[in-house]
């Protein structure tokens, strides 16, 4: 299994490129799962009052409500990314706005100084808002403290985007 992060600031394209990505991904005949990190405060899946809540309530962890559309698990705390990917099997699995330091990570970026900000010690390129208009193959962005990353337009060159992410993914093994 291959894994790659897309970070970035609210509204910089990461869900977009995502769509991309996993989209290009599944066209090549590649399996796919993704993780989407949720930064909102107290965001929670499960809701007070329903049984599913009550299950957990009473002492089960994890809670599984298995519908007939979906199943979720629920655990009764945060996960590590080696705890999350023990799950998946698919040829690669793309993460939104995870940032596990081991994990190359193609920034989308609003401004140069979004770089830095969200940086996890392996950003490998820079895409999103940021990236529009980049001329294909070659073009970089020179960012205060980073050696020219290169700049992929995944919007109009999707192709070239879903190429750099399979050539940079990381092997993973839970």
Same mark, same amino acid.
């Given at each position: ?40 405060? &107290? ?5 007070? +009052?329903?049984?599913? @809540?009550?299950? /957990?309530?009473? $002492? *089960? ?59 996890? &010690? ?5 895409? +999103?808002?940021?990236? @529009?208009?980049? /001329?294909?193959? $070659? *073009? ?35």
């Amino acid at each position: 299994m291959k894994v790659i992060a897309l970070i970035g600031f609210s509204g910089s394209g990461k869900t977009t490129l995502a769509e991309i990505l996993i989209a290009g991904l599944r066209a090549r005949d590649y399996t796919v799962g993704s993780v989407k990190r949720i930064h909102a405060e &107290g965001f929670a899946l499960d809701t007070p +009052g329903t049984n599913t @809540a009550r299950h /957990a309530r009473a $002492g *089960a962890a994890p809670v599984t409500a298995l519908g007939d559309f979906e199943t979720d698990i629920l655990f009764d705390r945060p996960l590590t990314i080696d705890e999350v990917l023990a799950h998946y099997d698919q040829d690669y699995v793309v993460l939104e706005g995870v940032r596990d330091p081991r994990i190359p990570a193609i920034v989308t970026a609003t401004h140069p100084g979004d770089i830095a900000a969200k940086d996890n &010690g392996w950003v490998v390129a820079v895409a +999103g808002r940021l990236a @529009a208009g980049a /001329a294909p193959g $070659g *073009a970089s962005i020179e960012a205060p403290g980073y050696q020219a990353l290169p700049l992929i337009d995944g919007l109009e060159r999707p192709e070239e985007f879903i190429d750099f992410a399979c050539a940079t993914a990381t092997s993973w093994q839970s």
